[in-house]
């Protein structure tokens, strides 16, 4: 029983430590974003590095998931004789949720687990020390170039795949389940609201910060050489996966449940 209540403690603990520095390493990324000279070459080559190197995986996600989305609703609104709207379940689908949530999934997964694996590669060699023996701070010169690219990207990621899961959908509906061109469209724009499309982009702005600052934690606190740098990317994409999961559920229920737009 003691040594039940002990791990359960210490792993309290770890959580409490992890939240911490988690919150202080947002806190000074932050401050150091504001902060002169602006490395606006570092910035640039992470933006081509995640939105447009990201662009050919996001879109096969994203027409995937719109055709998968309008073949299963199609097959329960056929029996009701219902099809025309698949076209704004589609849409509302995708743009609510489905568009900012898998994009930041396969952002994580492919630009977190880059991120994790190059600073904790720099922090085993020592790149990391020797930048702060020349008076070089890690934040200002690795953090904060990410973070503005994964702020700024993953929103136009977004949008990004909002557009083609919808093209993915009229695939389906017209094309494969005979819907009109002109019905389809009107369907999938007459229900879609602006708050649909703005609270997937927000969400997007939330998620990019949670692949950044998670991704770097996990990199720049690496130890035990090659294996704690695989520890550490496993560790990066799990947790950002949960983060992501876990804030999408939360700002759902504060943007149709609590907020009133």
Not at 20 to 37: A, K, Y
Not at 199 to 222: D, H, N
């Amino acid at each position: 029983m003691n040594g039940w209540i002990t791990t359960l403690g210490e792993r309290f603990l770890n959580f409490i430590r992890y939240a911490g520095g988690i919150s202080v390493l947002f806190v000074r990324t932050v401050f150091w974003v504001f902060v002169p000279p602006f490395k606006r070459r570092q910035i640039l080559d992470q933006m081509v590095k995640i939105g447009v190197d990201s662009l050919p995986i996001v879109f096969l996600t994203s027409l995937f998931t719109g055709m998968v989305l309008a073949l299963q609703s199609a097959y329960q609104m056929q029996k009701m004789e219902a099809k025309l709207y698949i076209a704004s379940l589609v849409a509302l689908s995708i743009t609510r949720e489905l568009g900012p949530v898998l994009t930041a999934l396969v952002v994580a997964g492919r630009i977190g687990a880059s991120i994790a694996a190059e600073l904790g590669t720099m922090k085993v060699t020592e790149q990391i020390d020797a930048l702060e023996t020349l008076a070089t701070n890690p934040i200002k010169y690795l953090v904060v170039p990410r973070f503005i690219a994964l702020f700024f990207m993953l929103p136009l990621l977004t949008i990004y795949a909002d557009i083609v899961g919808i093209f993915g959908g009229y695939m389906i509906g017209v094309w494969r389940l005979n819907i009109l061109h002109n019905l389809y469209w009107d369907m999938t724009w007459n229900p879609l609201h602006i708050k649909d499309i703005v609270t997937g982009i927000i969400k997007a702005f939330a998620f990019g910060v949670i692949i950044c600052i998670v991704a770097c934690y996990e990199g720049m606190r690496v130890e035990g050489g090659a294996e704690g740098v695989g520890a550490a990317t496993t560790k990066a994409v799990v947790i950002s996966f949960i983060l992501i999961i876990a804030a999408d559920c939360l700002f759902t229920a504060l943007f149709y449940f609590g907020f009133a737009f």
